[in-house]
């Protein structure tokens, strides 16, 4: 019960790695608010874990859902202590492309931009004001991607530099303030979600390409998202309270070698 009567919004939690948090998260007793723009799969995710869980929709990157999110949390719970910036996409599904640095696509780009950085920091700006009375946490997920060029995502990787960035933009500000709110992010690579769906394929061709995924992979195999909810976890709770302005990288190894760039 790490987290026992804490308030925790996630974002993105309908699958993959916020799904993982919040099951975790509910587990060691925190009020879960699963959030995302997926609502049956969101919903039927609040139904499953049961008592202290609900969920809300919100569009990361628009601003008017922060807002009715920090007035609902304002009004039924009076603060919030946990917030996981976690949505986000690559832009494969989603939009048109180009995605290269060659043929990137503006509409592209300004879409990735605006789930993944641009929904951070409007998460971040609004957590300020739940937990800035009570103190709290935030954890941003930003990605291997954030500290590595990728050619072939250059929206994807940008996005997720930004992330990282402000993060201790974040960090560095509530402790000039005197406020009690820690800002962490958290860098996954190689995990195993939905996400990478668009660039694994199906069937044969899919096992191929895990297989020369993991030759890069100096653990071998890929991640799965309870792996990274489990850091995520630290960070969110009191054991971490010394903790600001981190990275945490949780790749199985890949940033520790000197081959950082993905293979096509």
Known sequence: MRLKGKIALITGSARGIGKATAELFHCEGATVIVSDIND????ALSEMLGNRAEYLHLDAGDEN?????????QTKYGKLDILVNNAGITGFLETAGGWNAE????????????????GVMLGCKYAIRLMKEKGGSIVNISSRSGIVGIPGAVAYASSKAAS?????SVALYCAQKGYQIRCNSVHPAAIMTPMWNAMLGEGEQRQQAIEAIEVGIPMGHFGKPIDVAYGVLYLASDESKY???IELTIDGGILAGSEASPKK
Not at 40 to 43: A, H, I, L, S
Not at 103 to 118: F, Y
């Open 103 to 118: 043929d990137v696509d503006l509409a592209s780009w300004n879409e990735v931009h605006r789930v993944n950085a641009t």
């Open 164 to 168: 990282r960035n402000h993060t201790k």
């Open 243 to 245: 903790v600001t302005g």
């Open 65 to 73: 859902c922060w807002r009715e999110a920090e007035n609902y949390l």
């Open 40 to 43: 049956m799969e969101g919903k």
